[in-house]
Protein backbone atom coordinates (compact mmCIF):
# COMPACT_ATOMS: atom_id res chain seq x y z
CA UNK A 1 0.00 0.00 0.00
CA UNK A 2 1.58 3.70 -1.07
CA UNK A 3 1.21 6.56 0.94
CA UNK A 4 -1.13 8.06 -1.18
CA UNK A 5 -3.89 4.57 -0.63
CA UNK A 6 -2.68 4.93 2.81
CA UNK A 7 -3.97 8.46 3.19
CA UNK A 8 -6.95 7.70 1.25
CA UNK A 9 -8.22 4.39 3.36
CA UNK A 10 -7.39 6.55 6.61
CA UNK A 11 -9.41 9.73 5.42
CA UNK A 12 -12.42 7.17 4.60
CA UNK A 13 -12.23 5.76 8.38
CA UNK A 14 -12.72 8.86 9.68
CA UNK A 15 -14.96 10.01 7.71
CA UNK A 16 -17.28 7.32 8.31
CA UNK A 17 -16.40 7.54 11.88
CA UNK A 18 -17.56 11.44 11.81
CA UNK A 19 -20.81 10.39 10.86
CA UNK A 20 -21.86 7.94 13.51
CA UNK A 21 -24.77 9.96 15.40
CA UNK A 22 -22.76 10.28 19.11
CA UNK A 23 -25.21 10.33 22.38
CA UNK A 24 -22.77 11.71 24.35
CA UNK A 25 -24.53 12.60 28.12
CA UNK A 26 -27.31 11.47 26.90
CA UNK A 27 -29.90 10.31 29.56
CA UNK A 28 -33.07 7.74 29.25
CA UNK A 29 -35.37 8.65 31.75
CA UNK A 30 -38.35 6.70 33.30
CA UNK A 31 -40.93 9.53 33.67
CA UNK A 32 -44.32 8.97 35.30
CA UNK A 33 -46.81 11.63 35.08
CA UNK A 34 -48.68 12.31 37.83
CA UNK A 35 -51.79 14.46 36.73
CA UNK A 36 -53.92 15.02 33.22
CA UNK A 37 -51.76 17.58 32.72
CA UNK A 38 -48.73 15.57 32.94
CA UNK A 39 -49.64 12.91 30.26
CA UNK A 40 -50.63 15.99 28.26
CA UNK A 41 -47.14 17.93 28.50
CA UNK A 42 -45.53 14.29 27.78
CA UNK A 43 -47.73 13.68 24.35
CA UNK A 44 -46.66 17.80 23.37
CA UNK A 45 -43.07 16.32 23.88
CA UNK A 46 -43.72 13.80 21.96
CA UNK A 47 -45.86 15.52 19.00
CA UNK A 48 -42.92 17.68 18.58
CA UNK A 49 -40.48 15.43 16.96
CA UNK A 50 -37.82 17.73 16.58
CA UNK A 51 -37.74 18.81 20.10
CA UNK A 52 -34.48 16.58 20.95
CA UNK A 53 -36.83 14.06 22.92
CA UNK A 54 -36.79 10.57 21.91
CA UNK A 55 -39.51 8.58 22.99
CA UNK A 56 -38.53 4.60 23.56
CA UNK A 57 -41.64 3.85 24.84
CA UNK A 58 -45.35 5.28 23.95
CA UNK A 59 -47.05 7.77 26.59
CA UNK A 60 -50.00 6.29 28.44
CA UNK A 61 -52.53 7.35 31.18
CA UNK A 62 -51.73 8.47 34.66
CA UNK A 63 -49.22 6.69 36.38
CA UNK A 64 -47.73 4.60 33.50
CA UNK A 65 -44.15 5.45 33.19
CA UNK A 66 -42.46 6.12 29.84
CA UNK A 67 -39.05 6.14 29.07
CA UNK A 68 -37.05 9.12 27.37
CA UNK A 69 -34.12 9.86 26.06
CA UNK A 70 -32.96 13.07 26.88
CA UNK A 71 -29.28 15.33 25.28
CA UNK A 72 -27.98 16.90 27.96
CA UNK A 73 -28.91 20.47 27.29
CA UNK A 74 -32.87 19.29 27.46
CA UNK A 75 -32.67 18.07 31.26
CA UNK A 76 -32.98 21.14 33.12
CA UNK A 77 -35.80 22.01 30.66
CA UNK A 78 -37.21 18.70 31.97
CA UNK A 79 -36.66 18.91 35.28
CA UNK A 80 -38.79 22.29 35.04
CA UNK A 81 -41.58 21.00 33.29
CA UNK A 82 -41.86 17.55 35.88
CA UNK A 83 -41.61 19.89 38.22
CA UNK A 84 -44.54 22.21 37.40
CA UNK A 85 -46.76 19.44 35.48
CA UNK A 86 -46.18 16.49 38.38
CA UNK A 87 -43.85 14.06 37.04
CA UNK A 88 -41.89 11.70 38.92
CA UNK A 89 -38.32 11.13 36.96
CA UNK A 90 -35.53 8.33 37.26
CA UNK A 91 -32.81 8.22 35.78
CA UNK A 92 -32.55 5.05 33.73
CA UNK A 93 -29.50 5.30 31.33
CA UNK A 94 -27.29 8.00 33.14
CA UNK A 95 -25.03 7.90 29.70
CA UNK A 96 -26.33 6.12 26.13
CA UNK A 97 -22.86 6.58 24.12
CA UNK A 98 -21.19 4.12 27.51
CA UNK A 99 -23.85 1.54 26.54
CA UNK A 100 -23.40 1.97 22.73
CA UNK A 101 -19.63 1.47 23.21
CA UNK A 102 -20.58 -1.27 25.43
CA UNK A 103 -22.38 -3.00 22.57
CA UNK A 104 -19.74 -2.34 20.14
CA UNK A 105 -16.95 -3.72 21.90
CA UNK A 106 -18.77 -6.83 21.96
CA UNK A 107 -18.68 -6.92 18.67
CA UNK A 108 -14.95 -6.35 17.95
CA UNK A 109 -13.93 -8.93 21.18
CA UNK A 110 -16.26 -11.86 20.02
CA UNK A 111 -14.78 -14.12 16.79
CA UNK A 112 -15.98 -12.14 13.34
CA UNK A 113 -19.04 -13.48 12.10
CA UNK A 114 -22.92 -14.65 13.03
CA UNK A 115 -23.47 -15.53 16.60
CA UNK A 116 -25.85 -15.31 19.81
CA UNK A 117 -22.97 -13.39 22.38
CA UNK A 118 -23.02 -9.99 20.44
CA UNK A 119 -25.51 -8.29 17.60
CA UNK A 120 -25.22 -9.36 13.97
CA UNK A 121 -24.83 -6.87 11.03
CA UNK A 122 -27.60 -7.24 8.56
CA UNK A 123 -24.67 -8.60 6.19
CA UNK A 124 -24.18 -11.39 8.87
CA UNK A 125 -27.26 -12.64 9.54
CA UNK A 126 -28.20 -12.66 5.32
CA UNK A 127 -24.82 -15.02 5.38
CA UNK A 128 -25.52 -17.39 8.28
CA UNK A 129 -29.53 -17.46 6.37
CA UNK A 130 -27.74 -18.52 3.22
CA UNK A 131 -25.83 -20.40 5.41
CA UNK A 132 -28.13 -22.78 6.64
CA UNK A 133 -29.59 -23.32 3.28
CA UNK A 134 -26.69 -25.16 2.38
CA UNK A 135 -26.30 -26.69 5.63
CA UNK A 136 -30.20 -28.34 6.26
CA UNK A 137 -30.94 -28.50 2.20
CA UNK A 138 -33.43 -29.28 1.05
CA UNK A 139 -35.21 -28.30 4.49
CA UNK A 140 -34.61 -24.32 4.01
CA UNK A 141 -34.78 -22.04 1.04
CA UNK A 142 -33.78 -19.17 1.23
CA UNK A 143 -36.70 -16.12 0.10
CA UNK A 144 -35.84 -12.38 -1.56
CA UNK A 145 -38.50 -10.34 -1.49
CA UNK A 146 -38.21 -7.33 -3.79
CA UNK A 147 -37.25 -4.19 -2.92
CA UNK A 148 -37.21 -1.63 -0.14
CA UNK A 149 -36.82 2.11 -0.56
CA UNK A 150 -32.81 1.67 -0.84
CA UNK A 151 -33.00 -1.32 -2.98
CA UNK A 152 -32.18 -4.21 -1.07
CA UNK A 153 -33.89 -7.87 -0.47
CA UNK A 154 -35.66 -8.44 2.63
CA UNK A 155 -34.48 -11.92 2.96
CA UNK A 156 -36.42 -14.83 4.73
CA UNK A 157 -36.04 -18.51 5.05
CA UNK A 158 -38.57 -21.14 4.45
CA UNK A 159 -38.56 -24.22 6.63
CA UNK A 160 -40.09 -26.93 5.02
CA UNK A 161 -39.62 -30.80 6.32
CA UNK A 162 -41.97 -32.12 3.79
CA UNK A 163 -45.06 -31.84 1.77
CA UNK A 164 -48.53 -31.40 4.07
CA UNK A 165 -47.85 -29.17 6.48
CA UNK A 166 -49.12 -26.04 3.89
CA UNK A 167 -52.06 -25.30 5.76
CA UNK A 168 -50.31 -25.02 8.91
CA UNK A 169 -47.44 -22.44 8.14
CA UNK A 170 -46.13 -19.88 10.86
CA UNK A 171 -44.74 -16.50 10.14
CA UNK A 172 -42.12 -14.88 12.00
CA UNK A 173 -41.48 -11.50 11.74
CA UNK A 174 -38.87 -9.24 13.77
CA UNK A 175 -37.08 -6.02 13.70
CA UNK A 176 -39.47 -4.22 11.80
CA UNK A 177 -38.17 -1.45 14.06
CA UNK A 178 -34.89 -0.82 13.76
CA UNK A 179 -33.41 -0.41 16.72
CA UNK A 180 -35.09 -3.19 18.24
CA UNK A 181 -32.02 -5.74 17.64
CA UNK A 182 -32.62 -8.22 19.99
CA UNK A 183 -35.61 -9.03 18.12
CA UNK A 184 -33.29 -10.64 15.16
CA UNK A 185 -31.04 -12.18 17.75
CA UNK A 186 -33.91 -14.12 19.54
CA UNK A 187 -35.81 -15.11 16.00
CA UNK A 188 -32.27 -16.31 14.67
CA UNK A 189 -31.85 -18.40 17.44
CA UNK A 190 -35.15 -20.04 17.36
CA UNK A 191 -34.37 -20.71 13.46
CA UNK A 192 -31.59 -22.36 14.70
CA UNK A 193 -33.18 -24.30 17.67
CA UNK A 194 -35.92 -25.60 14.99
CA UNK A 195 -33.40 -26.35 12.62
CA UNK A 196 -30.36 -28.03 15.38
CA UNK A 197 -32.23 -29.69 18.37
CA UNK A 198 -33.25 -33.11 18.88
CA UNK A 199 -34.74 -32.66 21.78
CA UNK A 200 -38.41 -34.70 20.93
CA UNK A 201 -40.71 -31.84 21.32
CA UNK A 202 -38.85 -29.26 19.58
CA UNK A 203 -38.51 -31.30 16.46
CA UNK A 204 -42.58 -32.78 16.69
CA UNK A 205 -43.01 -28.57 16.50
CA UNK A 206 -40.76 -28.27 13.50
CA UNK A 207 -41.57 -31.03 11.51
CA UNK A 208 -44.98 -30.65 11.39
CA UNK A 209 -44.97 -27.05 10.21
CA UNK A 210 -44.12 -24.92 7.26
CA UNK A 211 -42.23 -21.80 9.06
CA UNK A 212 -41.44 -18.60 7.11
CA UNK A 213 -38.35 -16.47 9.28
CA UNK A 214 -37.87 -12.87 8.23
CA UNK A 215 -35.50 -11.66 10.66
CA UNK A 216 -34.85 -8.32 9.43
CA UNK A 217 -37.83 -6.84 8.32
CA UNK A 218 -36.74 -3.14 7.80
CA UNK A 219 -33.05 -3.79 6.18
CA UNK A 220 -32.57 -0.24 5.47
CA UNK A 221 -33.50 0.99 8.92
CA UNK A 222 -31.45 -2.07 10.39
CA UNK A 223 -28.46 -1.15 8.44
CA UNK A 224 -28.26 2.48 9.37
CA UNK A 225 -28.55 1.50 12.72
CA UNK A 226 -25.34 -0.30 12.56
CA UNK A 227 -23.84 2.39 10.32
CA UNK A 228 -25.19 5.96 11.21
CA UNK A 229 -27.90 6.21 14.26
CA UNK A 230 -27.97 3.31 16.52
CA UNK A 231 -31.51 4.75 17.77
CA UNK A 232 -33.15 4.62 14.40
CA UNK A 233 -36.41 3.28 14.66
CA UNK A 234 -38.43 4.11 11.34
CA UNK A 235 -37.74 3.19 7.29
CA UNK A 236 -35.24 5.69 5.46
CA UNK A 237 -38.23 6.63 2.96
CA UNK A 238 -37.74 10.84 2.87
CA UNK A 239 -41.29 12.46 3.76
CA UNK A 240 -40.25 16.17 4.60
CA UNK A 241 -37.19 18.20 4.16
CA UNK A 242 -35.89 17.61 7.48
CA UNK A 243 -36.81 14.33 8.64
CA UNK A 244 -36.93 10.80 6.97
CA UNK A 245 -38.86 7.38 7.51
CA UNK A 246 -42.22 6.21 8.46
CA UNK A 247 -43.11 3.67 11.50
CA UNK A 248 -43.77 0.28 9.25
CA UNK A 249 -45.57 -1.04 12.27
CA UNK A 250 -48.37 1.93 11.50
CA UNK A 251 -48.42 1.58 8.05
CA UNK A 252 -50.14 -1.53 7.41
CA UNK A 253 -53.59 -1.09 5.46
CA UNK A 254 -56.05 -2.15 7.84
CA UNK A 255 -57.89 0.82 9.61
CA UNK A 256 -55.06 2.46 8.85
CA UNK A 257 -55.23 6.36 10.71
CA UNK A 258 -57.55 4.87 12.86
CA UNK A 259 -55.77 6.44 16.26
CA UNK A 260 -52.20 6.06 18.22
CA UNK A 261 -50.11 7.44 15.03
CA UNK A 262 -48.83 10.64 14.18
CA UNK A 263 -49.43 13.09 11.24
CA UNK A 264 -45.87 14.24 11.34
CA UNK A 265 -43.63 12.99 9.42
CA UNK A 266 -40.72 14.46 12.46
CA UNK A 267 -42.33 11.76 14.87
CA UNK A 268 -41.16 8.50 15.83
CA UNK A 269 -44.65 6.87 15.14
CA UNK A 270 -45.73 8.71 11.99
CA UNK A 271 -48.11 6.86 10.16
CA UNK A 272 -46.75 7.71 6.62
CA UNK A 273 -49.00 9.92 3.68
CA UNK A 274 -50.81 6.74 2.99
CA UNK A 275 -51.39 3.44 3.80
CA UNK A 276 -48.54 0.67 2.13
CA UNK A 277 -46.47 3.93 1.68
CA UNK A 278 -43.50 2.28 2.77
CA UNK A 279 -42.05 -0.25 0.08
CA UNK A 280 -41.28 -2.20 3.28
CA UNK A 281 -44.73 -2.82 4.57
CA UNK A 282 -45.73 -3.10 0.74
CA UNK A 283 -43.84 -5.71 -0.46
CA UNK A 284 -43.89 -8.08 2.61
CA UNK A 285 -47.97 -7.53 2.42
CA UNK A 286 -48.02 -9.11 -0.80
CA UNK A 287 -45.48 -11.49 -0.02
CA UNK A 288 -48.06 -12.36 3.23
CA UNK A 289 -50.56 -12.43 0.80
CA UNK A 290 -49.69 -15.07 -1.33
CA UNK A 291 -49.51 -17.73 1.68
CA UNK A 292 -51.81 -15.57 4.02
CA UNK A 293 -55.01 -18.32 3.75
CA UNK A 294 -52.58 -20.78 5.01
CA UNK A 295 -51.09 -19.18 8.21
CA UNK A 296 -51.99 -20.69 11.40
CA UNK A 297 -49.62 -18.32 12.94
CA UNK A 298 -48.16 -14.85 12.85
CA UNK A 299 -45.93 -13.75 15.63
CA UNK A 300 -43.96 -10.49 15.63
CA UNK A 301 -40.98 -9.45 17.89
CA UNK A 302 -40.76 -6.17 19.27
CA UNK A 303 -38.46 -4.76 22.06
CA UNK A 304 -38.60 -3.50 24.80
CA UNK A 305 -41.54 -3.60 27.96
CA UNK A 306 -42.10 -7.38 28.54
CA UNK A 307 -45.77 -8.04 27.01
CA UNK A 308 -47.05 -10.58 25.21
CA UNK A 309 -49.92 -8.83 22.42
CA UNK A 310 -53.20 -9.52 21.50
CA UNK A 311 -54.65 -7.86 18.36
CA UNK A 312 -56.41 -5.30 18.40
CA UNK A 313 -54.49 -2.00 18.75
CA UNK A 314 -56.91 0.22 16.84
CA UNK A 315 -59.86 -0.72 18.77
CA UNK A 316 -60.36 -1.89 22.69
CA UNK A 317 -62.94 -4.41 21.18
CA UNK A 318 -62.28 -7.89 21.92
CA UNK A 319 -62.89 -9.66 18.64
CA UNK A 320 -62.49 -13.34 16.97
CA UNK A 321 -60.73 -15.98 19.20
CA UNK A 322 -59.52 -13.24 21.76
CA UNK A 323 -60.90 -15.21 24.87
CA UNK A 324 -59.09 -18.21 23.72
CA UNK A 325 -55.92 -16.12 22.50
CA UNK A 326 -55.64 -14.77 26.04
CA UNK A 327 -55.65 -18.03 27.64
CA UNK A 328 -53.18 -19.21 25.61
CA UNK A 329 -51.07 -16.61 26.16
CA UNK A 330 -51.36 -16.57 30.43
CA UNK A 331 -50.01 -20.17 30.14
CA UNK A 332 -47.12 -19.01 27.70
CA UNK A 333 -45.89 -15.98 29.93
CA UNK A 334 -46.09 -18.45 32.92
CA UNK A 335 -43.64 -21.04 30.55
CA UNK A 336 -41.73 -17.92 29.75
CA UNK A 337 -41.24 -16.91 33.76
CA UNK A 338 -40.34 -20.46 34.52
CA UNK A 339 -36.70 -20.33 33.81
CA UNK A 340 -34.91 -16.97 34.58
CA UNK A 341 -38.19 -15.15 36.45
CA UNK A 342 -38.97 -12.76 33.59
CA UNK A 343 -42.56 -11.71 34.14
CA UNK A 344 -44.35 -10.75 30.92
CA UNK A 345 -47.79 -9.14 31.22
CA UNK A 346 -50.51 -10.26 28.40
CA UNK A 347 -53.33 -8.30 27.24
CA UNK A 348 -54.55 -6.77 23.79
CA UNK A 349 -52.41 -3.69 22.50
CA UNK A 350 -54.87 -1.38 23.22
CA UNK A 351 -55.20 -2.58 26.53
CA UNK A 352 -51.82 -3.14 27.46
CA UNK A 353 -50.29 -0.38 26.23
CA UNK A 354 -51.78 2.16 24.17
CA UNK A 355 -54.28 2.29 21.16
CA UNK A 356 -51.97 2.02 17.75
CA UNK A 357 -53.49 1.30 14.27
CA UNK A 358 -51.97 0.17 11.19
CA UNK A 359 -49.57 -2.37 12.48
CA UNK A 360 -48.61 -5.41 10.40
CA UNK A 361 -50.12 -8.26 13.68
CA UNK A 362 -53.71 -6.24 13.13
CA UNK A 363 -53.67 -5.99 9.13
CA UNK A 364 -52.99 -10.33 9.33
CA UNK A 365 -55.61 -10.54 12.14
CA UNK A 366 -57.99 -8.21 10.37
CA UNK A 367 -57.29 -9.82 6.64
CA UNK A 368 -57.09 -13.19 7.16
CA UNK A 369 -58.49 -14.18 10.48
CA UNK A 370 -55.08 -16.05 11.22
CA UNK A 371 -56.55 -18.21 14.36
CA UNK A 372 -52.60 -17.05 16.30
CA UNK A 373 -51.46 -14.00 16.47
CA UNK A 374 -49.43 -12.67 19.06
CA UNK A 375 -46.42 -9.65 19.30
CA UNK A 376 -44.36 -10.13 22.08
CA UNK A 377 -42.42 -6.96 23.24
CA UNK A 378 -38.89 -8.95 24.98
CA UNK A 379 -36.90 -7.94 27.65
CA UNK A 380 -36.21 -5.80 29.51
CA UNK A 381 -38.89 -3.06 31.27
CA UNK A 382 -36.49 -0.03 30.55
CA UNK A 383 -33.51 -0.71 32.67
CA UNK A 384 -31.28 -1.09 28.98
CA UNK A 385 -34.21 -1.02 27.13
CA UNK A 386 -33.39 -1.26 23.09
CA UNK A 387 -29.55 -1.17 24.10
CA UNK A 388 -29.57 -4.68 26.11
CA UNK A 389 -26.31 -6.17 26.85
CA UNK A 390 -25.21 -9.08 24.51
CA UNK A 391 -24.99 -11.40 27.41
CA UNK A 392 -28.81 -11.25 27.89
CA UNK A 393 -28.99 -12.57 24.17
CA UNK A 394 -29.15 -16.31 24.72
CA UNK A 395 -31.13 -16.33 28.31
CA UNK A 396 -33.89 -13.88 26.15
CA UNK A 397 -34.04 -16.18 23.30
CA UNK A 398 -34.28 -19.46 25.58
CA UNK A 399 -36.89 -18.14 27.40
CA UNK A 400 -38.70 -17.22 24.60
CA UNK A 401 -38.78 -20.10 22.84
CA UNK A 402 -40.31 -22.05 25.88
CA UNK A 403 -43.16 -19.52 26.07
CA UNK A 404 -43.61 -19.85 22.09
CA UNK A 405 -43.42 -24.41 22.42
CA UNK A 406 -46.41 -23.50 25.12
CA UNK A 407 -48.28 -21.63 22.84
CA UNK A 408 -48.92 -23.98 20.01
CA UNK A 409 -48.80 -27.03 22.51
CA UNK A 410 -52.00 -24.79 24.35
CA UNK A 411 -53.36 -24.24 21.06
CA UNK A 412 -53.10 -27.91 19.42
CA UNK A 413 -54.83 -29.54 23.17
CA UNK A 414 -57.78 -26.60 22.73
CA UNK A 415 -58.67 -27.43 19.38
CA UNK A 416 -58.15 -31.10 20.08
CA UNK A 417 -60.92 -30.62 23.07
CA UNK A 418 -63.47 -28.19 20.84
ZN1 LIG B 1 -41.21 -2.17 17.99
Not at 70 to 88: F, I, N, Q, R, S
Not at 154 to 159: A, L, Q
Not at 175 to 198: C, G, M, Q, V
Request: glycine fraction near 6%.
Amino acid sequence: MNFQTTFFVCLCIQVSLAEKIRYDNYKVFSLTPRSADAVKALYEMEEMGMSGYNFWSRVGPVGTPVQVMVPPYKVGELEATAEKVGMDMEVMLGNVQEQIDAEARAETEEESGFGWTKYNTLDEINDWLENITVQYAPNVTLLHVNHTYEGRSIVGVKVSFGPGNENRSVFIESTIHAREWITAATTTYILNELLSSENATIRNLAESHDWYFFPVFNPDGYEYTHTTDRMWRKTRVPHSILCSGADPNRNWDYYWNHGGTSGSPCTETFRGPQPFSEPCCRIMSEFITSIGEQLVAYISFHSFSQLLLIPYGYTPEHLENYEQIYQIGLKSAEALAQRYGTQYRVGTVYETIYQASGSSADWVKGVFKTPIVYGYELRDQGQYGFLLPPDQIVPTAEETFDSLITIFREYYADVATQ
